[in-house]
């Protein structure tokens, strides 16, 4: 049987899979013996979501999502524990004199500390921080005092090392580990800029612009 949720009828010893339930591993699983609901965790797109299903519900309903995976357990009152993998991340500047104030920039779900540079700053003082959530790497723009946005939407994973390049550029690392391409992004709109290393090198054409999803 292919990898998923079923449900076990004792009796019958009838094996049904629970099609309703579209969930990756890792995955976990608790129940509520007081009432029969059981909960259900797993990774859907780039985050790690939890679910409940009930005797009483006709659908399965959403508890909670977060970035990174996690181990739960319920309570017989219902009262959902969460062991949490990762915490979000807090991003402050420090002041080059001593006596100067720290301040605080943003936060971040996840910081993918796997590369040794996890941030670049920008000469519009942004930030570029890598992060990663669920199974995908994700350059965001970090604004102070707003909340972080997606570099480029869509399901490209892009990644350090990345660097600043003028004054509304940069270049960084774009597409699978095992084979990433070197891409140069417009950090004001997330547009890609044809890149051409050679005469017999292809263009980076693709020029998407889109409105960027806050994370």
Known sequence: ?????????LGTR???????????????????????DVYFGGR???????????????AVEPILTIPE????????????FITLRARPSE???????MNGV???LGTIPTMNIRHRQSIAPLPNGTFLVGSRGGDHDRLLVVHPNRQPTML???AEETRPPVAAVGAQHA????????????????????RLVPLKSGPSTPLLTDARSTTRTPV
């Open 1 to 9: 049987a292919r990898a998923g949720f079923y449900q076990l009828d």
């Open 14 to 36: 009838r094996v049904e899979p629970l099609a309703n339930i579209r969930l990756r591993d890792p995955v976990s699983m608790a129940v509520n013996r007081d009432n029969g």
């Open 44 to 58: 859907a797109g780039d985050a790690f979501q939890i679910l409940r299903m009930s005797a009483t519900m006709s």
């Open 69 to 80: 995976a996690a181990r739960f357990d319920v309570a017989r009152n219902g009262d959902l």
């Open 91 to 97: 991003i402050y500047a420090l002041p080059s004199a």
């Open 102 to 104: 720290v301040e605080r």
């Open 152 to 154: 480029i939407e869509g």
């Open 171 to 190: 270049v960084m690392m774009m597409g699978p580990v095992a084979s990433p391409d070197i891409a140069i992004v417009n950090t004001s709109d997330g």
